[in-house]
């Protein structure tokens, strides 16, 4: 698989997003917090993610900015977790992580944790499926 992250990737769909939001589930990683919903996404790739940094905490645009590019970066690299998961379950989900840290962490800290939450993602989902 590559580790491409186009336009494919990017959930951009308002309603989608609040629909999330409606739904409620997520999984924590400092200082990451995932909220996600399984549905049908109107692509054929097996995710869609939004990256959000919140502006309460950081103040200065090209901060916020920063940490964007590098939670994008570490979903590029760490993404080859996720969708052999999505693909043999034929599973979609849209996916909004929010950066709740009060400081920037180094890029290292930041690929550890982004695979421990994509890993409690394959699991929150493959009980939901064994459940139904």
């Known amino acids: 698989m ?3 992250f186009g336009k494919e990737y990017k959930l951009c769909s308002q309603k989608i997003i609040d629909t999330i939001f409606i739904e409620k589930k997520s999984v924590k990683a400092y200082p990451f917090v995932l909220s996600y919903k399984e549905m049908s996404l ?3 790739s097996r995710f869609q993610i939004t990256v959000s940094v919140p502006k309460r905490i950081f103040k200065k645009a090209h901060d916020r900015n920063r940490i964007k590019r590098l939670m994008r970066e570490c979903i590029r690299k760490n993404k080859l977790n996720l969708e052999p998961f999505l693909t043999e379950t034929n599973k979609q989900v849209a996916l909004f992580m929010i950066y709740t840290a009060r400081e920037e962490l180094t890029l290292d800290l930041l690929h550890k944790k982004t695979k ?3 890993k409690q ?3 929150e989902l493959s ?3 064994n459940n139904n």
Do not use: G
Request: charged share 25%; hydrophobic share 25%; net charge negative.
């Open 2 to 4: 590559n580790e491409q």
């Open 42 to 44: 109107p692509n054929e």
């Open 116 to 118: 421990q939450l994509f």
């Open 121 to 123: 993602l394959v699991d």
């Open 127 to 129: 009980k939901n499926s």
